[in-house]
C-alpha cells in the first residue's frame, strides 16, 4: 500500500527565514497531495494542495513542488513568522483520486515547525 | 455558519465501555471520514462513506463502528474490543467530485 514519509519530524527557524519540509510516497498512482497546518488541540487546515499534472503551485508565502519521477513534494514557507509555528502534515492520494473508488488519504507522520521571533 | 462540527471536545471514558463520537455538517458534502491521531504520528483512516447508508473499512477499523442514516451525520463508536481507545478523534468532509477533504475540531477521548 501506499506509504508516505515526512521530514524533518521538527524545524527550527528565526523569523523571517524560509522553511521546506520534504514527503516521499510510494505509489506512483496516487495524484493529489494536499498539505495542511495543524495547530495545538485543533483539526488540520488545508493550507495548500497540488495535483499530479501541475509541478508547482504558489499562494502568498506558501508554494509547493511535486517532482513525480522521484515521487517526492515539499512545503516552502518564505517570510516565516512566528504564527506559522505550528505542526504541518502532507498527504497523498494511494490509487489516485476517483480510481475504484479510492477517495482516501495516506498522511506523512508531520513536522513540527517552530518560528522563533 | 456552515462547517464541521464535533462532540464533544473531551470525552472520558471507563475501560470496557463503548462511547459513541459525534460528526455533523452543513457544508452538503458526501463523503465523510473518521480519522486516528497518536501523538507523534500522522492521522490514520478508520472508516469512510461516500454516500448515506454506505460506509467502508480504513486501515485501523478494528474496534470501531459508523452508521451513516442522514447525509449531515457520520457518528463514530469505539467499543470496548479497541484495545488502545485514548487518542484524538477527527472527523472530515469532503464534497463530491472534489479533492480537498476539509477536518471538524477534534475530539480528545480518554480511557481510564
Known amino acids: 500500500g501506499e506509504n508516505v514519509e515526512q521530514h524533518p519530524s521538527t524545524l527550527s527557524v528565526q523569523e523571517g527565514d524560509s522553511a521546506v519540509i520534504k514527503c516521499t510516497y510510494s505509489d506512483s498512482a496516487s495524484n493529489y497531495f494536499p498539505w495542511y497546518k495543524q495547530e495545538l488541540g485543533k483539526g488540520p487546515q488545508l493550507i495548500i494542495d497540488i495535483r499530479s499534472n501541475v509541478g508547482e503551485k504558489k499562494d502568498q508565502r506558501i508554494a509547493v513542488t511535486l517532482n513525480k519521477t522521484a515521487k517526492h513534494f515539499s512545503l516552502h514557507i518564505t517570510e516565516t513568522q512566528p504564527e506559522d509555528s505550528a505542526v504541518y502534515f502532507c498527504a497523498a492520494t494511494p490509487g489516485g483520486m476517483f480510481s475504484g473508488g479510492y477517495n482516501k488519504l495516506i498522511f506523512g507522520a508531520g513536522t513540527r515547525l517552530a518560528v522563533h521571533p | 455558519d456552515g462547517g464541521i462540527t464535533q462532540s464533544p471536545k473531551y470525552l472520558f471514558r471507563k475501560e470496557g465501555q463503548n462511547v459513541t463520537l459525534s460528526c455533523e455538517q452543513n457544508l452538503n458534502h458526501d463523503a465523510m471520514y473518521w480519522y486516528r491521531q497518536d501523538p507523534g504520528q500522522g492521522l490514520r483512516l478508520i472508516y469512510y462513506s461516500q454516500i448515506v447508508n454506505d460506509f467502508q473499512k480504513g486501515d485501523i477499523a478494528e474496534g470501531y463502528s459508523v452508521s451513516r442514516e442522514k447525509k449531515e451525520s457520520f457518528p463514530l463508536t469505539v467499543t470496548s474490543a479497541q484495545k488502545n481507545p485514548t487518542a484524538f478523534y477527527l472527523c472530515?468532509?469532503?464534497?463530491?467530485?472534489?479533492?480537498?477533504?476539509?477536518f471538524g475540531p477534534g475530539t480528545r477521548l480518554t480511557v481510564t
Open positions: 472530515a468532509s469532503r464534497s463530491q467530485g472534489a479533492y480537498e477533504q476539509y
